[in-house]
């Protein structure tokens, strides 16, 4: 059994490698906590304000004076650092949903981030370092 494991379930953590964020510099989490304060207000207010979707969250972000990070076919980094986009879809009974609100990503630094989301029920604003397959936002579950 894998420490820290509570049910015991064999390889937990190897197949969950790719749920682990990378690690961050001190002087980039520091950096990537400066960011998250100046987002942070930003979210509360859209969330008071019942504006969840992408478009508005975006539009809000971006007059912080962040970019929008431009990636080519081949996920090439051709600028910019933020990204905003739908939630991700989940099972509910027998088709997949795909909740109202945001998910933010910001990449600070080569091994920082800002991850947030805003939606109906609440926001999160976290630092963390990037996904190995998904940059700054966090992978989905496998099956």
């Known amino acids: 059994m894998e420490p820290g494991i509570v049910d015991g379930a064999p390889h937990h953590g190897d197949n969950n490698a790719y749920r682990r964020s990378g690690e961050m510099s001190a002087a980039s989490a520091k ?3 400066k960011e998250a304060d100046r987002i942070e207000p930003v979210l509360k207010r859209l969330w008071g304000q019942k504006k969840w979707d992408p478009k508005s ?3 809000a972000l971006l ?4 970019e929008e990070e431009r990636t080519g076919p ?3 980094h051709f ?4 990204t905003v986009r739908e939630m991700d879809p989940r099972y509910e009974v027998d088709h ?3 909740p109202e609100g945001a998910l933010i990503g910001l990449r600070v630094h ?3 981030c800002v991850t947030a989301f805003v939606q109906k029920i609440n926001y999160e604003v976290k630092t963390n370092g990037p996904f190995m397959e998904t940059g700054c936002f966090e992978p989905s579950y496998g099956h």
Request: hydrophobic content about 30%; proline content about 0%; cysteine-free.
């Open 31 to 33: 950096d990537a906590q």
């Open 57 to 59: 969250v975006r539009a």
């Open 63 to 66: 007059e912080l004076g962040y």
């Open 74 to 76: 081949k996920g090439e």
């Open 79 to 82: 600028g910019g650092t933020l």
């Open 96 to 98: 997949n949903v795909t």
């Open 110 to 112: 080569d091994d920082a």
